[in-house]
Every structure is written in C-alpha cells, then in structure tokens.
C-alpha cells in the first residue's frame, strides 16, 4: 500500500478498504442496480462524481466572489442552447 503522504488524483492510486454505513433502502437500490458485486464499483464512481461537483461548486463560488452572480437570463438562454429546448435552439446566445 502507498505511503500516507502519496496523494492520487480521485479515481487512480491503488484500492483501499473502509467499512461504510447506507440506508437499506439505499444499498437495495445498488445491488438491483449493479448486483452484489458491483457495489464497490458504483460507489467509487459516485463518489468521483460527487467530487467533481463539489469542484464545480467551488469554482463557480470563486467565479462568484470576482464577478457577481451569473444572470440567470443569460443562463436559462445558454442552457436552451446546449440542451435544445425552447424556442431559440437555433439562436446564438
């Protein structure tokens, strides 16, 4: 096993064991999901997930800090934009 100090980007380094706690309801879900052996593999790229939101979060609270809130105009066009929906799909925005 690595040294404490070695740092790994999320999602790389070698496998490590920890006892967990879920809601039952929780790890039924999973195991229906990806059955009893894929549960670990589903919860690691959860938690990769989880992390790249909570960057994402970071990031735009930092932007936030510089530039003031997002306009939520502009926001709701760009999302249309990227997602196709409404009536200005086609417009650029």
Known sequence: MA?????FPPGDGPSSGIS???????LQAIRERVGKRGVSAYLERA????????????????????HGPADPG??????????????????AA
């Open 3 to 7: 040294d404490d100090d070695t740092e």
């Open 20 to 26: 967990i706690t879920l809601a039952a309801g929780t």
């Open 47 to 66: 938690a990769q997930r989880q992390i790249e939101r909570d960057r994402l979060d970071e990031l735009i609270a930092s932007f936030e800090e510089v």
């Open 74 to 91: 502009a926001v709701a066009a760009k999302r249309a934009r990227l997602t196709g929906e409404g009536s200005g799909a086609g417009a």
